[in-house]
């Protein structure tokens, strides 16, 4: 079964950090560029930041750009997202998603169920 | 960037079609035959449901269709389904490997 499964979710104080981590399974991680996207509560779907299948190229949006870092592990089959200096604003179901080219192109194809990620005191 | 323009709702009744506008500009939607459509139910994951601007994955019916013209992509679903009721979003490439998604829209089917 084609699957990601998201992990490290929870409750951080404002200027905390936390990682995210998402496994692949069910096909080949590699030749595909891998993606976060999060969504608020009630709100709609923000891209977060991509990495290509080397993990040479990582973009990320202007509002996490500096605090967060993805990587990826090919010999793992997993993604993950370090974030920091984290904010209320961070608050959100935090998505793995896997792109259908090498690089990031918005085609996403494969959704993990979430990871949910509350920063608040 | 600012998120990509969609209207909040759209509204149909079963069999009509509908048709939900996603403007951008010539940064994104423009200039991209990255535009893709998303389905969202109800505490579910997104599901790509276009992609390339007109493209169907395996298994999504064509009643789905997109198409683009200028900044502003489409998507339109013809034969309302009653399972066709959720949240739709649009995406394009945005250029430097980024993306970036609309607002989404809530179709109702009546």
């Known amino acids: 079964e084609v699957q990601l499964l998201e992990s490290g979710g929870g409750l951080v104080q404002p200027g905390g950090s936390l990682r995210l981590s998402c496994a692949a399974s069910?096909?080949?991680?590699?030749?595909?560029?891998m993606n976060w996207v999060r969504q608020a509560p009630g709100k709609g779907l923000e891209w977060v930041s991509g990495?290509?299948?080397?993990?040479?190229?990582?973009n990320y949006a202007d509002s996490v750009r500096g605090r967060f870092t993805i990587s990826r592990d090919n010999s793992k089959n997993t993604l993950s997202l370090q974030m920091s200096s984290l904010r209320a604003e961070d608050t959100a179901l935090y998505y793995c998603?896997?792109?259908?080219?090498?690089?990031?192109?918005?085609?996403?194809?494969?959704w993990g169920q979430g990871t949910m990620v509350t920063v608040s005191s | 960037q600012s998120a990509l323009t969609q209207p909040p709702s759209a509204s149909g009744s079963p069999g009509q079609s509908v048709t939900i506008s996603c403007t951008g500009t010539?940064?994104?939607?423009?200039?991209?035959?990255?535009v893709s459509w998303y389905q969202q139910h109800p505490g579910k994951a997104p599901k790509l449901m276009i992609f390339?601007?007109?493209e169907r994955p395996p298994g999504v019916p064509d009643r789905f269709s997109g198409s683009k013209s200028g900044n502003t992509a489409s998507l339109t679903v013809s034969g309302l389904q009653t399972e066709d009721e959720a949240h739709y979003y649009c995406?394009?490439?945005?250029?430097?490997?980024?993306?970036?998604f609309g607002g989404g829209t809530k179709l109702t089917v009546l």
């Open positions: 998603a896997r792109d259908s080219y090498s690089n990031t192109r918005g085609s996403f194809a494969i």
């Open positions: 010539s940064g994104d939607v423009g200039n991209s035959n990255f």
């Open positions: 995406s394009s490439y945005a250029g430097s490997t980024s993306v970036i």
């Open positions: 990495i290509s299948v080397s993990g040479a190229s990582t």
């Open positions: 069910g096909f080949t991680f590699r030749p595909f560029a």
């Open positions: 390339e601007v007109t």
